[in-house]
């Protein structure tokens, strides 16, 4: 059975609908793989856009990392909008998400993937198919590639995880920077750990810790406040397919990656250093037509965007690996004329047991996850955000098969 909330919405026996009365959409122009294609339609244009288009600066960027490294983190902070989910949980970020910057002339354009996962990781998470070739496909359509790196788990900062040294060393002659996140977490711990408020060893640390994962090849580190301190080798290889063997030899024997560009300390949640990534890469821009109009923050249609919060929010008030069992469904989708938007979503529970585990005692969890929900949903879209959520242990295709009996 279906538990409603605040009201009674006969949503079990209506099929989903999106009804978008009014645009409201952060996405504002079509979206082209090739931005020289992107102004294709705009054949009115004056001569003073033309001119414009001419000045237009671009950069697409590649974040990768390992699961829970902080990436959507750090391109929230960039794009000062929480635009690619996030939660204390792994695999929150369950697809590809373009999430655009843009400053003055200059076009950031951010391909946040998921978190590089092998065959065992997806089986146990039920992660999509698409996992293994989504960091792929970015960096191929990327002019640089960041790597995030979590300084904060002590178990994994020493050296950088296999599969991304995999891909670093698929794609050698991309260019490539290195973000060490968490830093003020290291650091807090480090200070429990030596019983000493002085900030200056937690900075050797971390200075010894980023030539370490270059290799000592890189001197460039970019350090944010309070962590400032007044104190390449490049191998070319024409791209001849390298033999799997060869690389995970390779890559066994790596601790780090001698070829970053740049190396930055970054506090995402604090958005400590961000902006020292941001200068960067709007120096590395190069010109071309921007992909996306001026306005755009994202590729992704507004319901998805809901979708994908409302996951996250779950990842973080569900134990275990509840979460990941669960599907997420947009019954109701409108925006009102005064601009508000109305939103009714399904939680298919693959059980009863698992159902009133979503509900919680009373349907206490539940309202805590549709309250929290719509925060976040109204500090996104910056209006009023009217949730409803309704929990059943209905698998989604069996609602879908009453659905097309009462048609």
């Known amino acids: 059975m279906a538990k409603y909330l605040n009201t009674i919405f006969l949503s079990i026996g209506l099929k989903s609908i999106v009804i978008p009365n009014r645009v409201h959409s952060l996405l504002k122009c079509n979206y082209s793989l090739n931005p020289e294609k992107c102004h294709s339609n705009s054949i009115n244009q004056n001569e003073n856009d033309l001119i414009k288009i001419k000045h237009q600066r671009l950069l697409k960027i590649a974040i990768i990392g390992v699961p829970n490294a902080g990436k959507s983190s750090i391109i929230n902070s960039i794009v000062q909008r929480n635009i690619c989910p996030y939660s204390c949980k792994v695999h929150t970020t369950r697809s590809s998400v373009r999430a655009v910057r843009t400053v003055g002339d200059t076009q950031l354009v951010f391909l946040d993937t998921p978190g590089l996962v092998d065959s065992t ?35 994994t900062r020493n050296r950088l995880d296999p599969k991304v040294l995999r891909l670093l060393h698929l794609y050698p002659n991309k260019d490539s920077f290195l973000v060490l996140n968490k830093v003020s977490l290291y650091s807090n711990k480090l200070r429990k750990l030596i019983m000493n408020t002085d900030l200056l060893k937690s900075k050797s640390y971390l200075l010894d810790l980023a030539r370490s994962l270059t290799c000592y090849k890189h001197h460039n580190i970019h350090i944010p406040k309070p962590y400032t301190t007044t104190s390449e080798e490049t191998k070319t290889h024409e791209s001849l397919k390298i033999q799997e063997r060869e690389l995970e030899k390779t890559v066994k024997q790596s601790i780090g990656w001698e070829n970053f560009k740049d190396v930055f300390m970054v506090s995402a949640i604090h958005s400590l250093g961000s902006s020292d990534i941001e200068d960067y890469l709007l120096q590395k821009s190069k010109p071309s037509p921007w992909m996306f109009s001026k306005d755009v923050l994202t590729d992704k249609e507004d319901h998805k965007l809901v979708l994908h919060m409302i996951d996250s929010i779950l990842y973080d008030y569900l134990p275990n690996e509840v979460p990941y069992n669960l599907e997420v469904e947009m019954e109701y989708y409108e925006v009102s004329q005064e601009g508000n938007i109305h939103i009714v979503v399904l939680i298919h529970c693959n059980t009863p047991r698992i159902e009133k585990l979503v509900m919680g005692k009373k349907g206490s969890r539940i309202r805590n996850i549709a309250k929290k929900a719509e925060q976040h949903l109204r ?6 955000v009217f949730l409803k959520m309704v929990v059943t242990d209905k698998p989604k295709y069996s609602v879908q098969q009453m659905t097309d009996n009462l048609t």
């Open 121 to 155: 990781e997806i089986t146990k998470y039920n992660l999509e198919k698409t996992f293994a070739n989504d960091s792929v496909n970015s960096i191929e359509e990327a002019d640089i590639i960041g790597v995030i790196h979590d300084v904060s788990n002590r178990f």
């Open 379 to 384: 500090n996104l879209f910056l209006t009023d």
